[in-house]
C-alpha cells in the first residue's frame, strides 16, 4: 500500500469528470512554461555561476524552444527538448566566450539531464570534486569559493602570501577540472 | 597582454565572486578548465537558484509577445499533455484539465498515508516546542516528516517530495515546503502548489500524548 510507486511526471488536479473547463488565458500558459523555465534557469546558473548570463541564456532557451513545442509531448520530451536547447546555448556560450568547440565541452555540457535535480546535483558534484583534491587545493578553493574570503583572508587563513595564493588556487581550479567523477 | 595566468584568473573569479558576468578578454581561453571549473565553483556557492521576479515577469512578456494568442492555445496543449494530463476526449467527455485556479489555494487533496510495517511511536519532542503553523522538520527513526501544530492538534506529511526524491525545506517566510530539487511547493498539509501540480505529500501518522508529539516511524 504504502510502497505504491508514484507516476514520474506532475499529476495535475482537475475537475470532476465530464466537467467542461475554461482553456486558461495566455498569460496563464506562460506561468507554465516558465515553470519549467526555473528548472532550466537553476540548470544554466549551476554552469555559469552569475545571474545576469544566467537570465540571458535562459531568455535565449525560452525564445528558441517553447515556440516549438508541439501538441501531445510527453513531459519527458517537453523537457528534455528544453535541456537539450539550454545545452546548446550553453555550448554557444562557452564557445563564443573562450573560443572552445562544443566537443571540447563535452564532458560539461552534454552529460545527462541531471535525475534528482538540477541544482543540488551540481552542488553535490561540486562538492565531489573538491573531496578529490588535495588538502590544499581544497582549501584554498573552499574559502575562496564557498566561504567568500579574500585572496588576503585566505592568505593569512593559510599562512602564504596573496601572490602564493594566486597561483595556488589557478593549480587548484585547473585539478578540479580534471576531476572525473563516475556517473 | 602579458597578465600572468594566475591574475587572468583571478580576476575572473573576482568578478564571479562578486556576481558580475563572466567578462573575458582574449587569451583567458588558455585557462579554460579553469574558468569553467571557477563558474560552477561560484554558483556551487550560492546554491540552488531561481529566477527573480522581475526577470520571471521578463520572460512571460517576451514570450507572450513572440507568438501569437492562439499558439500559446497550441503550447498549452502541448505542455498541459506534457504534463500527464488527459488532453481529449476520454469515453464521453473528460476534457482538457485548467492547471491552475485563480490563484487560490489548492484544495487539499491528501498524500498517501506512511504505514510502516513494525511501526512504532516515535517521540520528537513537546508540543510546546512546536511554533503554531510553522512546520519543523522531525525523524521518526526512518521516517522524515514536518510536523505543524495547530492549537492543540499536530499534522505530518513526508519530508520527502511527491515527484523526486529529494528532502524538502520549510521556507518560513512563505509558509510553504520547497523542494530543493525543482523548486515545487506545497503547503503545510502537503498540497501541491503552483501553476501545475503535483501529487500531495504522504501524509505521516503523528499523534500527542501527554504534551509529547509522536510520530509513527520505524
Not at chain 1, 482537475?14 to 537553476?42: C, F, K, N, T
Not at chain 1, 587563513?157 to 572525473?180: C, D, N, P
Not at chain 2, 484539465?97 to 487533496?109: K, N, V, W, Y
Not at chain 2, 513537546?126 to 501544530?149: C, E, Y
Amino acid at each position: 500500500m504504502t510502497s505504491e510507486s508514484r507516476p514520474p511526471d506532475p499529476v495535475p488536479e482537475g475537475p470532476e469528470q465530464g466537467q467542461v473547463v475554461e482553456l486558461p488565458a495566455a498569460s496563464r500558459v506562460a506561468d507554465i512554461a516558465i515553470d519549467e523555465l526555473e528548472m532550466i534557469y537553476a540548470f544554466i546558473y549551476s554552469r555559469v555561476g552569475n545571474r545576469a548570463d544566467a537570465e540571458d541564456l535562459t531568455q535565449q532557451v525560452a525564445m528558441k524552444a517553447i515556440p516549438r513545442l508541439r501538441q501531445g509531448a510527453p513531459a519527458s520530451a517537453v523537457r528534455g527538448y528544453l535541456f537539450a536547447t539550454a545545452r546548446s546555448v550553453l555550448g554557444g556560450f562557452w564557445s563564443t566566450r573562450l573560443g572552445l568547440s562544443e566537443s571540447e565541452l563535452h564532458d560539461d555540457l552534454a552529460m545527462a539531464m541531471p535525475q534528482a535535480g538540477y541544482s543540488e546535483e551540481s552542488v553535490e558534484r561540486v562538492r565531489r570534486i573538491l573531496e578529490q583534491l588535495s588538502d590544499n587545493y581544497r582549501r584554498v578553493l573552499e574559502l575562496r569559493f564557498l566561504h567568500g574570503y579574500s585572496l588576503k583572508e585566505v592568505a593569512v587563513e593559510m599562512r602564504s602570501t596573496v601572490g602564493a595564493v594566486k597561483v595556488m588556487q589557478l593549480r587548484a581550479l585547473r585539478a578540479a577540472a580534471k576531476v572525473r567523477l563516475d556517473g | 597582454m602579458g597578465e600572468r595566468p594566475e591574475n587572468r584568473v583571478d580576476r575572473i573569479v573576482s568578478g564571479l565572486l562578486h556576481g558580475r558576468r563572466l567578462r573575458l578578454r582574449g587569451g583567458d581561453a588558455e585557462e579554460k578548465e579553469a574558468v569553467v571549473m571557477a563558474a560552477r565553483l561560484a554558483a556551487a556557492r550560492q546554491g540552488p537558484q531561481r529566477m527573480s521576479p522581475a526577470f520571471r515577469k521578463r520572460l512571460v512578456k517576451q514570450l507572450e509577445a513572440a507568438t501569437p494568442p492562439e499558439s500559446w492555445m497550441t503550447r498549452r496543449a502541448a505542455l498541459v499533455a506534457g504534463l500527464g494530463v488527459v488532453a481529449g476526449a476520454v469515453g464521453g467527455g473528460l476534457l482538457g484539465r485548467a492547471l491552475e485556479g485563480s490563484g487560490s489555494q489548492p484544495p487539499a487533496t491528501a498524500g498517501h498515508v506512511v504505514r510502516p510495517t513494525n511501526g512504532r511511536w516515535v517521540d520528537v519532542g513537546a508540543l510546546a516546542d512546536f511554533t503554531p503553523g510553522q512546520a519543523r522538520i522531525v525523524k521518526a527513526g526512518a521516517v522524515g516528516a514536518f510536523v505543524t501544530r495547530d492549537g492543540d492538534s499536530v499534522s505530518a506529511v513526508s519530508s520527502i517530495c511527491s515527484d523526486l526524491p529529494c528532502e524538502l525545506w520549510w521556507d518560513s517566510s512563505q509558509h510553504t515546503l520547497v523542494c530543493p530539487c525543482h523548486n515545487r511547493t506545497f503547503t503545510a498539509q502537503g498540497s501541491s502548489i503552483g501553476t501545475y501540480r503535483l501529487p500531495s505529500l504522504d501524509v505521516v501518522q503523528v499523534r500527542v500524548r501527554d504534551g509529547r508529539v509522536e510520530v509513527l516511524g520505524v
